[in-house]
Every structure is written in structure tokens, then in C-alpha cells.
């Protein structure tokens, strides 16, 4: 059964996303914590639309510098997360701004995660449209990288990122969870949700720690 992103994005959390995916082994899913959401209050959860970039020094004559990136842009999809690796962190390259923000909202898009600069923050808060990145600059990308390929395997702030992997940001960070095995690190990290509330509860009311810890295996 498909998983459902949009009632899963206010319950899931990167924290307990990590936590799941470290005991069934897979200890290096979370991005480097330089990516950080432009707002802390809007989450992302969705699945990953990947964009390769590169640097590049001059713009060739007769060229489009924008050519893959309006490509991936437009090709978007209701719950989609554009992925751009940009070689992060990295003080030219800056892939995201408003107009990206306002196409990829309009296709119903779940955000925008990169470890390259954004820039035009003012009018992507006022959209409401979740973006995390490694950076913000007033800096325009051409003449100084662009996107080479679209819908490819790349790594993004340290973290293996290929299309269709399940993307989560939160104010702790983004995480990454393999597609293979989103449906069962989801189920997982419900039940340790579950637990992770009881275990507030009872120490909200006084209980102590190790008692607490030994009831639930939860900290």
C-alpha cells in the first residue's frame, strides 16, 4: 500500500527516522548539518526527484545554462522533493530561488533540498514552499554551475540520494530513507513513536529515567 506522505509529514520526524534506520543498519542517511530549512516550522516528506550540478566558469554562446534544471522543474510531481547535489557546502553555486519555488509549488511539489545556496529567502517564506539548504547568497548559477543531469543517483551533504528514495526535513535536519525499505523503516518508526509517548508521559508525571527506559527501551 503507498505510503501516505502528506498525513505521515505531521506525524513522522527526522529524529525517529534516524534512530530507525541506524538499527536496521543504516547508519549514515542523514545529510550533513549544514543543510538547514529555511523555515524551521515547515516539514518535508516526500519522494526524491535528483538534479546533478557542476561548476562551470563562463556561459558558452548560443547556450541555455538552464536547460536540465527547467527540465526537472517542470517534470515535477504532487509530492515530489527536487534533490539538487551541488558538491556542498559550497559558496557559488546557487541552484534555488523564488521563480523555482513558485513553478514547483504550482506542480504540487513537497520541497526543495540541496547543499548548494538559495537565494530570494524573503518570497520563499512568504510561499510557505519547504527548502533546505547549505547556504543563501544573492548569487544567480549561470556562469558559476549547472545542473547536468536530472533523475540520477547523487550525493547530496554526504548522503547517497537516488529518485524515488523517501526524503524527510524537519528542524533537526533531512534524512534519507532507501526506497526499498521506506514501507518497513515507517512501520518501525511509528511503533518507536508510540513508545517515545509513553515514555514522556510517564516521566511528564514524575517516574524516573531508568525505570522509564527499562519499561520501554525508548531515550
Known sequence: MPLDLDALRHVLYTAVLSDTLDAMGHRTQAMRPFVRPLDDALPLLGRARTGLYMPVYEVLPGENPYEVEIALVDDLKPGEVAVLACGGPTERI??????????????????????GLVRDVRHIRQASFPVFAGGIAPLDSKGRGKMVAMDCTVEC?????????????????????????????????????????????????????????????VL
Request: aromatic share 4%; with cysteine.
Open 94 to 115: 546557487a541552484p534555488w530561488g523564488e521563480l523555482l519555488t513558485t513553478a514547483a509549488r504550482a506542480r504540487g511539489a513537497a520541497g526543495c533540498v540541496t547543499d
Open 157 to 217: 551533504a554526504g548522503v547517497q540520494v537516488r529518485p524515488g528514495d523517501l526524503v524527510m526535513g524537519d528542524a533537526d535536519g533531512v534524512v534519507v530513507v532507501p526506497k526499498e525499505i521506506a514501507e518497513a523503516v515507517v512501520e518501525a518508526a511509528l511503533a518507536k513513536i508510540g513508545g517515545e509517548n509513553h515514555t514522556r508521559e510517564e516521566l511528564a508525571k514524575g517516574a524516573r529515567l531508568a525505570e522509564v527506559f527499562a519499561k520501554y527501551g
